[in-house]
């Protein structure tokens, strides 16, 4: 005679201490995490540098860290090494035109159900306007 196994719920265990959250990520899903970033980071400088755009191919890929968490992601760009600094809301705006791209590019080289949406920031400074008193 079979029997059924009954389905654990593991919500309850974390209602006796105030956790609102049914799970928790432990460190093996933060280094998860954290490889993810790697290999999207690897992916996104790799993908840069074969584009046409002139702009994006000298840029380099500083970070790229969760925000909040791995199904989104956000990329820290930044000039290349010997590079002078492009305008960074250029950059931004020519990053986000291209995002679709990027992000099938990243779901190519990850194995995941879904790939992690794209953020991104620059890390160039803007230059700054001198104050003549």
Excluded: N
């Amino acid at each position: 005679m079979a029997t059924r196994r009954r389905s654990f719920d593991r919500r309850h265990l974390h209602e006796q201490d105030g956790d609102e959250h049914p799970s928790r990520p432990g460190p093996t899903a933060h280094r998860k995490d954290l490889q993810l970033c790697r290999q999207v980071a690897e992916r996104l400088q790799l993908t840069l540098g074969d584009c046409g755009d002139d702009l994006l191919r000298d840029l380099h890929v500083v970070q790229v860290v969760p925000a909040p968490d791995a199904t989104q992601l956000l990329v820290i760009v930044g000039p290349g090494p010997g590079e002078s600094g492009a305008d960074p809301h250029e950059v931004v705006a020519r990053l986000k035109a291209r995002a679709g791209a990027l992000r099938a590019e990243v779901a190519r080289a990850i194995t995941r159900t879904r790939a992690p949406a794209l953020l991104f920031d620059c890390a160039i400074p803007t230059p700054r306007v001198e104050d003549d008193r």
